[in-house]
């Protein structure tokens, strides 16, 4: 009996511990490889070293640069991967070299071989792009400037690439998810002026 016991609270637990397991990886696979820097150079290296992406939206309530940085520092894995349509992203690299880039936001294909796309190619496809040749601004955590993608220039929900440019040629991408907006209405926003006035 007492043996008997003991198998059925030995199966319990491994069945618990099971689950624990299974709700950690299930965490992983809903990121898969979303937020992640990769390479896309012949070499298979980039002299990107770091990444950080940080929401701009005022209606959300989310970390400032500085306190990514700070709890997260600077690696091949941005910390934040989901914006919304319409809402702008401040871009954040890290590099080994002074050199400068160019980045584009086009809808992720799976199908393409971003490793062999051409400039060209990518400003006709591109929802949005940064000011080309630029250099990541190191007195703000590497600054790269403002992006979004925007329902006006053919953006909606799914899944993008943000990707870079050296010299005209790809060096990395990272890619990202853009979910509905949840952007208060401005009849909303005059609500709550109005309330606030009161």
């Not at 809903?30 to 896309?40: N, Q, S, T, V």
């Not at 500085?66 to 520092?73: A, F, P, Y």
């Not at 690299?93 to 060209?120: H, Q």
């Amino acid at each position: 009996m007492i043996k008997r016991l003991f198998t059925v609270m030995c199966a319990v637990v491994m069945c618990v511990l099971c689950t624990s397991c299974f709700d950690e990886d299930s965490s992983e696979d809903k990121r898969g490889d979303l937020g992640k820097l990769e390479a896309l150079t012949p070499y298979g290296s980039t002299v990107i070293t770091g990444i950080q992406l940080e929401h701009q939206a005022m209606w959300r309530d989310d970390p400032e640069i500085e306190d990514i940085v700070k709890e997260h520092g600077f690696s091949n894995t941005s910390e934040y991967y989901e914006f919304e349509l319409n809402e702008w992203f401040e871009v954040y690299i890290k590099a080994s070299t002074r050199d400068t880039f160019t980045s584009y936001i086009v809808k992720y294909d799976e199908k393409k071989d971003y490793k062999t796309i051409t400039e060209d190619e990518i400003k006709h496809s591109c929802i949005d792009k940064s000011l080309e040749d630029k250099y990541p601004d190191e007195s703000n955590y590497g600054d790269m400037g403002g992006m979004k993608v925007e329902s006006k220039k053919g953006g909606t929900t799914g899944t993008y690439a943000l990707i870079f440019f050296r010299f005209g040629k790809p060096e990395a991408m990272i890619k990202f998810k853009v979910v509905p907006s949840t952007a208060p209405s401005a009849s909303e926003v005059l609500k709550e002026l109005e309330k606030q006035k009161k």
